[in-house]
């Protein structure tokens, strides 16, 4: 069965620097998606990136970009600059095609509530 | 463009009595539809899903159903709610047999069953 590990369950950066949230995964699929999305504390979740498997270039977008290191199973998530609106619990995610039922499915991490201080 | 709603958006709910959480989507046709559950302090896990009308997988046992009475429409069901049931419940949309371009969600319902 798929996993996903986000072994930070908090973390705080100060407003402007960089910081890295890290994520695991585990399968044996070899065609999947990984995406990082974010929940502030309005609760409404709002994705940030994502990842195909079977490319080799990491996903950037604007602030966030990704580490993929596929074969170490590993997809972490770097936000530079940080903002104090980047304050929020962010989720990995792993995606996988069921074929059975044409759907595509998540398993989520536990997340990682992050803190922007001013 | 596509929107979700859910409702409503908080409910206290006693022990015992009924649930039910709709959940609808405009802008889309035969869209792939979720339920999640998130419960404090951890992450989302998913409770059901469907690929179209009437179609209902379950992914884990509890004490909820699921239904589809329309294409666009899904809604959450208990008859008879337990102290366990409390937490915060998504419904979300992606393309049916489309790329996974990740799921649009909705913007939730915290559930509190006292």
């Known amino acids: 069965a798929q996993t996903v590990t986000q072994s930070q369950p908090e973390m705080s950066v100060q407003e402007a620097e960089t910081v890295t949230l890290s994520c695991t995964y585990d399968t044996s699929e070899s065609n999947y998606y990984l995406f990082w999305y974010k929940q502030p504390p309005s609760r409404q979740m709002i994705l940030v990136i994502r990842q195909e498997a079977y490319k080799q270039q990491n996903a950037t977008e604007n602030r966030f970009s990704v580490n993929f290191q596929k074969a170490a199973k590993s997809f972490s998530l770097k936000i530079s600059d940080s903002q104090l609106g980047d304050t929020a619990m962010y989720f990995c995610?792993?995606?996988?095609?069921?074929?059975?039922?044409?759907?595509?499915?998540?398993?989520f991490g536990t997340g990682t509530r992050l803190k922007v201080l001013a | 463009s596509q929107t979700i709603h859910q409702w409503p958006a908080t409910l206290v709910q006693p022990v015992g009595s009924p649930l039910s959480l709709e959940c609808t989507v405009e802008?889309?046709?035969?869209?792939?539809l979720y339920w999640y559950r998130q419960a404090a302090g951890r992450g989302l896990q998913l409770l059901f899903y469907s690929v179209g009308i009437g179609q209902i997988s379950s992914e884990v046992p509890q004490n909820l159903s699921a239904s589809r009475p329309q294409d666009r429409q899904f809604i959450l069901s208990s008859k008879k709610l337990l102290l366990s049931d409390s937490g915060f419940y998504l419904c979300?949309?992606?393309?049916?047999?489309?790329?996974?371009?990740?799921?649009?969600f909705g913007s939730g319902t915290r559930l509190t069953v006292v």
């Open positions: 979300a949309w992606s393309v049916f047999r489309g790329l996974p371009w990740g799921y649009t």
């Open positions: 802008g889309t046709s035969n869209p792939n």
């Open positions: 995610a792993f995606m996988k095609h069921a074929a059975t039922s044409g759907t595509y499915k998540y398993i």
